[in-house]
Every structure is written in structure tokens, then in C-alpha cells.
């Protein structure tokens, strides 16, 4: 999934790299002189966004700014507690024998804003046509497991033979069924996301042809709706108001009005002049300040990203291939002190490659490997033969706002291990990716994962299952592969967590990358709302929020 | 006159077509693959970046693409962007925004860089003059990133917080013309020093004229010995000044729209460089090179009204 926020664009599916971060550029940016006056309704509780980098459309969506306000306008089939695990919100039940064909019911009552109910028809032609490979939605890969995909997809220079899904039937109104390519768990925890929200009948000009002006007014199914279409790369304001007609009740306040900016700084002194509400990210140089300026109002919790230090353990160099130098570098990175001064508390040291975000993560579960022990990581470096090894590379891309921590580790490594580092910034983070996939990387470099959906499987196959869609590392093994399927094929989450965790040893012991670094969620919220809370996307829960 | 207007305005053929082909060559120079951009870090799927490649002709020599640009901008389509909106929807409002802080901007530099200009001239050597020129030393040296936070911070944020004055808004264009005169004092900060200084000295120079004696001598009021002789004649480099420095300022918005959120072509050009969006950032350059031509025509006509020995044919 894509983050943008407040100026920045992060990154990726599946993916890796958060980061372009910082920067700016939050896509074509903002309003214009005919907004003047027009702020939207007078008592609107006031979002801080990025400009969406593409129309208000549920598939077409994998940044945060678009999906904080879609989040508003519709509701998913299933939602996500404080603990972050799934709870049914459309959906009535969501059941499968084995894990393979899911059953999903929904409830009564939940009608469009145009005044449709929602029903299952809604679900599979949303779905429909978001993995619909001619549609170009960025949200097509969520799709990825469900049966008939790669008919779909069938690659470059192939022709679709179908444009359906052949995994999704639907039985009534009030029920469909999914058919996934293989057995999946955790299927539940996927669908709360933006990708995955259904479309109304009005949605469509045709079957499978979205309405050309739906994405500057769109209809969902959630607590509020969309008060004055809205034009991309014009209008500085999203204005909707409270869907009286919610069928789960109406949201205390009446309106709310996202605010489009390309500077976070600035959205944040708006903050603190009462001209804006909530931000749910701030700039980093202010974190020290907002601690004590909004006390109870500033908001610290962990979100989904985590940074790593990778190496290519089979075709890389000497020391990448070792897995006991692996581990000295490991030990002679001081976590603590990177995350407090160089990313200003913005990051926490990580010490699993489960983030504390799903079920499953433990706390320490790197052991000693993640320990910062400068004396013992040079017993392990030596006596590994890592002197003799050459300089140590470390990659990064040159666009992220990388370099502080890179040189950070870098120094790090000198000093306690006393090897040369040669850090290798890279105009674009592809560049590095290009050349693992052609094995033409040697060295280390920096990597980066943001979760799709909330599930631990989710942090593991991907990365490191064999020909999973983001191994870089070149990391295999059979066992771990048979861990994560057993972990899938369990009746529920919950049981499949044991397996799930003893393949997360397997990749600890192991050590392709290095844990370094959680990402967390820093934001704020003035003295005119309470009850503010942030979910594991990183979007705000605007149904429950009060004034106050 | 109409004459030396159209030579004038056929001179600016070659100018903007010089002009667009270097920017043109220069933003597809810049390392990076546009359309790999559209995916930050992720790879872009290559069906979609084979299609886009296709239709934006990227994979023509730059020549030909140059070509198609120019075909497309005679007929008055700026493009699209790669992200699928046509270009001149991003103008939208844009200019205007622009041209409203440029135009505040301008006048506060008329005003008060003209008004201290004058003050310091006629108190010459005086502690008024010297503190006159201590300021201008002071503007000059604070950039604009620091006068813009600072003056956001204090007037914007603290002043409603511990006044309860909300006068100046802190970000935005919502509140009409008050949104501009923080954001205008702050792109015209340097350049207030500069014309203070012109005005000065061009006006001390035009004082010890030997016509200027001459109107003293024979009794003139000082008011219109110094508005109708001195200050008329003193206004040439003036209003060259003045008129380039609209050019400057449209394009040298950059941080000040950023800092204070104004939805304009500055802001615009910086996030169109970082997401590589070209098409948006030649269009924006074309449109300025046409202001700044504009601006020195009018600069131009100007002069034979400030000074009637000067006559086009």
C-alpha cells in the first residue's frame, strides 16, 4: 500500500518503501482562487490531507490521503478494533470450511446515499472491475488471490481471456462467494481495506464501465457523504457532510471538510491556531513541541512500516552471504539512539519482522540479535572472518530522506566493528530493486515494508516465501514455505499464529534483513474535537469522533 | 508605435520557442523514468508504463516529441498530465493566485520600497536616511523561508492565540485579499530593500540635475520642483525594476506559496518537478516566458510616457 501524507508520497504495495517521505510533492497539489469563501460547511470538523493522487474510486486508491476520505464516504465489510483484528461492519458473517471458499452474508439496512441497499451484486462488481487489468486501478493486486485473477492478468503481451472474476458468484442479494487460488485464513483481514469497498448500481454507465464524473462524486455507503462534487487538481477543500440515513446511527458531528496541503509544517501551524482539527501525521522537527502543546491531544502509536537493512544472502557479496557477520552488523546498530535522534521519536527500534500493528507480533523476539552490544558484535565479526571481507556497501535510495540513518548505521559499523562502509545512494529506489531482481547487487542495502492487510502472513510470504512477489534477499527455504501454508490453511487467525511465529524464527535465525526500525503514527487534534482515533491504515475513525 | 508593438511582439517568436525547447530538453534530461515516477517505489506494472510510454510518445527521440508539444500548444492544448489530467485544468485559478500575490507583492514594494526610497533621498546624511539603509541592509539578509515561518508563526498562530486577533489566516487562500498581505509582504521583502536603494540614489542624482537648480532658482514650489522635475525623471529605472521583477516574482513563489499554502503556479512547479510531471512544468515555464515578455513590452511603452524625448518608430 501507498502512503501519502501531508507532503509526501511513501510507497509501496506490497511494498516496500515508505519513504519518498518528507519531501513534498504531494501530487498535483491543490485548490484555487475560486475556493475563497468556500471552506465548506460553518462548524465542519477540519482533516488534514495530501491532494489524492487520483479521483475519489475505491480501487483506484493505495494512498492515505484518498483513503481517509473514501473512509468517510463508505463503509468495508469488515472494520478494525483497537486490537487491530477484524470485526464484521457490512458484513454479517464471513465463514469458510477450509479456508478456501468464503461465504460472505450481509447485513440488513445499509443503503447507498442514493437511497439503494447495498447488496452482494455491489461487492462482486466492484471487485470486478477494480482486477480488471484494463481498468488500471492501482488497487488490481489486492485481488491477486481470488480464483481467475490470472485470466484477467495474464502478464505482457498476453490477452485477458476473461473480465470477471471466476472466484466470486453471487447467491442472492444478500450473499456472495469467494473461491480463492489457495487456502487463506487471514482473507478476513483484507477486506476492511479501501480497495475491497463495494460500488453502487449508479457507480457503473454499463456493465464493467465506471461514470466518468463518479470519482469527483462519489456514492458510498458510510457515514458521510460528499456535499459538493469535488475537482481534482482545482478545488483545496473536500467538503462532506453526516449521512442522516446511516444505518448504524448518525455521527456526532455534522460535517467534515479535508483540507488539502503540500507542506506539513503549515498544516500544522493551522493546528495550533485553531484553523484546522485533526492532522494524523506531523513533521518530524515539531514532535519534541506537540508532546507538550497538545498533552492528551497528541496522538503516538505504532503503525504498520517497518525498515530494514537487507542483504542478498545467495548472490551478494562474501560478507552478505555470512550469516554471522549478518548478525554482528545486526548487533552493532544502536536502534535506540537512531530512532530518538535521527527520526526524532518518529520511529521505534524494531525487534521482530511481525509489526506491532497485527496479531501475532512479540515483543524481543529477535533476542539478543537486535540488542545493540558493540563488544560482542566484534567477537562475532571476527571471529567470522569479516575483516578480511572488504568494505561493507549499504544501498539506499537518494529521494527518500534516507541518508541520516544510513550514514548513521554506516558510522555505527565503523566504529564498533571496525570495518570500512561505503554508503551507495541511488537516484531512485526501482534502480536497486532492478538490479537485486538481476542479481547484480552485491552489497547491502536499505528496504522498507508497509502491510497490505493486517495479517502476519502479510510481513512474511511476501518478503521472504520462495518466489514471493517482493524477495529481494534471495532468502528460501521449504520449511518456512510449509509454515506459512499451515499458518493459512488453520479455521482462523488465531490458530494459525503458532505457525505463522515459528516460520518468523526460521527468517530471525536467519537474518536475510535486519530488523532495524517500526514506523509510528504522530498526530494531534485541537481543542474543538475529542475522541480521535487513528486505525492500523493510518485513517481516522471520523464516525466516532465528538465535539467538544 | 503599433509598429514597434508587433516588431516586438514577432521578436518574441524565436524567444519562447528558444526558451520551451530548453526546458523541454531539460526536464526529460533529468535522470529518472517519468512514468516509473507514477509508482513512488513500487515498480510500475509494465503493461500500463508500455501504454503510457506509447501515448505520451516517450519513446520518440526528443525532437519529435518537442514536435507533437508544439503542434499541441499552437492549438492551445497544453497536454495532459501522466496521471490522466489535461494541464490546462491544473492552471485553473493557479495564475490568478499567482498574479494576486505577485500583484500585493508588487504593490508593497512600490509603496514602501518608492516611499523609504524618497524619505532617505531628501533626509540625506541624516539619521533618518542612515536608518532607512540599516533596515534595507536587514531585509536583505533575512531569507524569505525564515521572514515567511516567522511571520506565520507570530502574526498568524500567536496572535489569534494570545489576542485573539485572527487578522492574518495562517494558511489559504479563504479569506480574499487578507490571505494575500502576509504572504505578499514576504515575496517582496528583498526586493523593498532593492528599490529603496534605487530610489535613493537615482533620486539624489536627478536632485543635483542642472534643470532641477534651474526650477529652484527661479521659485518653484518644492513640491513640484520634487514631483514633476525630480521625481518623474527619477522613475526610469524605477519602473524597469519594477516591471522585470513581476517576472521574478510569479516564478520566485515558490516558497512563499508553499509556506502559506496558496493553491498557485509556484507551489504547482515545485510538486510537478518532484513527480516528474513534465508536461505540467514546460507549460507553467511557456506561460511565464510569456508574462516576462509581456511585461517588458509594457516596461518598454512606458518610458515615452515618463519621458516625451523618447519615441518608438
Not at chain 1, 498 to 512: G, I, R, S, T
Not at chain 2, 218 to 241: C, F
Amino acid at each position: 500500500m501507498r502512503v501519502t501524507k501531508g507532503a509526501q508520497i511513501v510507497a509501496g504495495t506490497a511494498l516496500l518503501a515508505l519513504a519518498v517521505a518528507a519531501c513534498g510533492g504531494g501530487g498535483e497539489s491543490s485548490g484555487t482562487g475560486s475556493t475563497a469563501g468556500a471552506g465548506g460547511a460553518a462548524g465542519a470538523v477540519r482533516v488534514e490531507i495530501a491532494e489524492p493522487q487520483h479521483d475519489l474510486i475505491p480501487g483506484n486508491t493505495t494512498e492515505t490521503s484518498g483513503a481517509e476520505v473514501l473512509n468517510a464516504l463508505f463503509v468495508g465489510l469488515v472494520d478494525y478494533d483497537a486490537e487491530k483484528k477484524p470485526y464484521n461492519r457490512v458484513a454479517e458473517s464471513i465463514e469458510s470450511p477450509d479456508a478456501t471458499t468464503w461465504t460472505i452474508k450481509l447485513k440488513d439496512g445499509y443503503k447507498w446515499h442514493n437511497g439503494e441497499p447495498v447488496v452482494a451484486q455491489n461487492f462482486v462488481d466492484s471487485w470486478n472491475y477494480t482486477a480488471n487489468g484494463a481498468n488500471a486501478q492501482e488497487g488490481n493486486y489486492f485481488f491477486g488471490s481470488v480464483k481467475g485473477y490470472d485470466e484477467m492478468n495474464p502478464g505482457e503481451g498476453k490477452t485477458p481471456t476473461a473480465t470477471t472474476l471466476a472466484g466470486l458468484k453471487v447467491v442472492d442479494d444478500k450473499t456472495f462467494t469467494v473461491e480463492l487460488k489457495n487456502p487463506f485464513s487471514g482473507f478476513p483481514t483484507m477486506l476492511g481495506y479501501t480497495a475491497f469497498y463495494g460500488l453502487p448500481k449508479a457507480a457503473f454507465e454499463s456493465e464493467g464501465k465506471l461514470k466518468a464524473d463518479f470519482g469527483g462524486n462519489p456514492v458510498g455507503n458510510g457515514p458521510f457523504k460528499i456535499s459538493k462534487p469535488w475537482k481534482r487538481g482545482t478545488d483545496q477543500t473536500i467538503s462532506t457532510v453526516r449521512n442522516e440515513e446511516f444505518m448504524e446511527g448518525k455521527a456526532k458531528i455534522e460535517a467534515v471538510d479535508f483540507k488539502i496541503y503540500t507542506d506539513l509544517n503549515t498544516a500544522y501551524n493551522d493546528l495550533r491556531a485553531g484553523n484546522l482539527d485533526i492532522m494524523d501525521q506531523l513533521p518530524a522537527e515539531q514532535i519534541a513541541s506537540a508532546k507538550q502543546e497538545f498533552g492528551e491531544r497528541y496522538i503516538e502509536q505504532p503503525s504498520s512500516g517497518i525498515g530494514y537493512i537487507g542483504f542478498p544472502i545467495k548472490s551478494g557479496a562474501d560478507y552478505a552471504k555470512n550469516k554471522d557477520i549478518r548478525k554482528a552488523v545486526s548487533m552493532a546498530i544502536d536502534r535506540k539512539t537512531i530512532t530518538e535522534t535521527v527520526f526524532s521519536g518518529t520511529r521505534v527500534p524494531a525487534d521482530d519482522f511481525i509489526s506491532p500493528v497485527v496479531p501475532g507480533y512479540r515483543q524481543g523476539a529477535c533476542g539478543e540479535t537486535c540488542n545493540y552490544d558493540p563488544a560482542k558484535a566484534k567477537e562475532l565479526f571476527t571471529s567470522a572472518g569479516g575483516p578480511s571481507m572488504g568494505a561493507i556497501e549499504l544501498g539506499y535510495n537518494a529521494d527518500g530522506g534516507h541518508k541520516e540513518w544510513i550514514e548513521a548505521v554506516a558510522n555505527n559499523l565503523r566504529t564498533n566493528l571496525g570495518v570500512e562502509v561505503t554508503p551507495k545512494p541511488v537516484e531512485k529506489f526501482a534502480t536497486i530493486l532492478d538490479d537485486l531482481g538481476a542479481k547484480k547487487w552485491q552489497g547491502a542495502f536499505r528496504m522498507a515494508w508497509i502491510m497490505d492487510y493486517p495479517s502476519p502472513e502479510n510481513y512474511l510470504r511476501p518478503q521472504f516465501g520462495t518466489g514471493g512477489s517482493s524477495n529481494y534477499s534471495g532468502f528460501e527455504s521449504k520449511e518456512f514455505d510449509d509454515l506459512v501454508t499451515q499458518g493459512d490453511a488453520a479455521k482462523t487467525l488465531d490458530e494459525g499464529l503458532p505457525f505463522y511465529q515459528k516460520a518468523d524464527d526460521l527468517v530471525l535465525e536467519e537474518l536475510p534483513y535486519i530488523p532495524v526500525y517500526f514506523y509510528q503514527t504522530n498526530g494531534a487534534y485541537s481543542a474543538n474535537v475529542k475522541n480521535v482515533k487513528i486505525d492500523p491504515f493510518e485513517r481516522i475513525d471520523l464516525f466516532n469522533v465528538e465535539k467538544a | 508605435m503599433g509598429r514597434f508593438v508587433i516588431r516586438r511582439l514577432l521578436q518574441a517568436i524565436p524567444v519562447l520557442l528558444g526558451t520551451t525547447f530548453l526546458i523541454f530538453a531539460i526536464v526529460y534530461a533529468l535522470p529518472g523514468d517519468p512514468i516509473q515516477a507514477l509508482a513512488g517505489e513500487r515498480r510500475v506494472d509494465p503493461i500500463l508504463a508500455a501504454t503510457l510510454r506509447e501515448q505520451f510518445h516517450l519513446n520518440d527521440p526528443l525532437i519529435v516529441r518537442y514536435g507533437y508539444y508544439l503542434r499541441d500548444i499552437v492549438s492551445g492544448n497544453f497536454g495532459t498530465t501522466f496521471r490522466g489530467l489535461p494541464v490546462s485544468t491544473i492552471f485553473e485559478g493557479k495564475f490568478a493566485v499567482t498574479l494576486k500575490l505577485a500583484t500585493t507583492a508588487l504593490l508593497f514594494e512600490a509603496v514602501i520600497g518608492i516611499g523609504l526610497g524618497l524619505w532617505a533621498a531628501l533626509r540625506r546624511g541624516r539619521w533618518e536616511d542612515k536608518a532607512i539603509l540599516a533596515f534595507t541592509l536587514l531585509l536583505v539578509s533575512i531569507p524569505t523561508l525564515v521572514s515567511g515561518f516567522v511571520l506565520q508563526l507570530v502574526l498568524g498562530v500567536q496572535l489569534k492565540t494570545s489576542l485573539g486577533i485572527a487578522f492574518f489566516p495562517v494558511a489559504g487562500v479563504q479569506d480574499g485579499i487578507r490571505s494575500y498581505l502576509l504572504p505578499g509582504f514576504v515575496l517582496a521583502t528583498v526586493s523593498i530593500a532593492y528599490l529603496t536603494r534605487l530610489t535613493r540614489t537615482s533620486l539624489m542624482e536627478t536632485l543635483r540635475a542642472d534643470y532641477v537648480r534651474t526650477a529652484v532658482a527661479k521659485g518653484m514650489p518644492r513640491s513640484r520642483v520634487l514631483g514633476r522635475h525630480a521625481l518623474r525623471n527619477s522613475l526610469i529605472p524605477l519602473v524597469t525594476y519594477l516591471g522585470a521583477d513581476l517576472g521574478a516574482l510569479m516564478g520566485g513563489a515558490v516558497i512563499t506559496e508553499t509556506i502559506f499554502n496558496l493553491p498557485g503556479i509556484g507551489q504547482q512547479l515545485f510538486t510537478s518537478v518532484y513527480l516528474r510531471e513534465n508536461p505540467v512544468v514546460v507549460g507553467i515555464v511557456t506561460v511565464l516566458v510569456l508574462i516576462y515578455i509581456v511585461a517588458n513590452l509594457v516596461v518598454d511603452l512606458l518610458y515615452a510616457v515618463l519621458d516625451p524625448r523618447i519615441r518608438y518608430e
